[in-house]
């Protein structure tokens, strides 16, 4: 099974920016669509980005449009989110997940980091 582990979290400032990671173990990413998702604080779970196995990507949330970018590195086979510009509705708890496309409903998508916490304070 695939074990994904995102990374990059972290406590920050309105306006600042982090790059968020997700890297797995036990096979490659180039395989599997990859998506962003967020969980805020008393809110459910809801998708942010998603790029494509074929590097394409996808924008389920317009409130980061402009601000928010997802990428692929293959040879570190590793994808990223990089979140600028933060405002404090961005915060919660950011996973990653992949499967076979960008067009999953959540409760498709057959595997799941452990989240990494994103916090915007000043």
């Known amino acids: 099974q695939v074990q994904l582990v995102e990374s990059g979290g972290g406590l920050v400032q309105p306006g600042e920016s982090l790059r968020l990671s997700c890297a797995p173990s036990?096979?490659?990413?180039?395989?599997?669509?990859v998506g962003w998702f967020r969980q805020a604080p008393g809110k459910e779970r809801e998708g942010i980005l998603c790029?494509?196995?074929?590097?394409?990507?996808?924008i389920i949330r317009n409130s980061v449009k402009g601000r928010f970018t997802i990428s692929r590195d293959n040879a570190k086979n590793t994808v990223y989110l990089q979140m600028n510009s933060l405002k404090s509705e961005d915060g919660g708890v950011y996973y990653c997940?992949?499967?076979?496309?960008?067009?999953?409903?959540?409760?498709?998508?057959?595997?799941w980091g452990q989240g990494t916490q994103v916090t915007i304070s000043s």
């Open positions: 790029s494509t196995n074929d590097g394409g990507s996808t």
């Open positions: 036990g096979s490659r990413l180039e395989w599997y669509a």
């Open positions: 997940a992949a499967g076979p496309d960008c067009g999953l409903a959540q409760g498709v998508w057959k595997y």
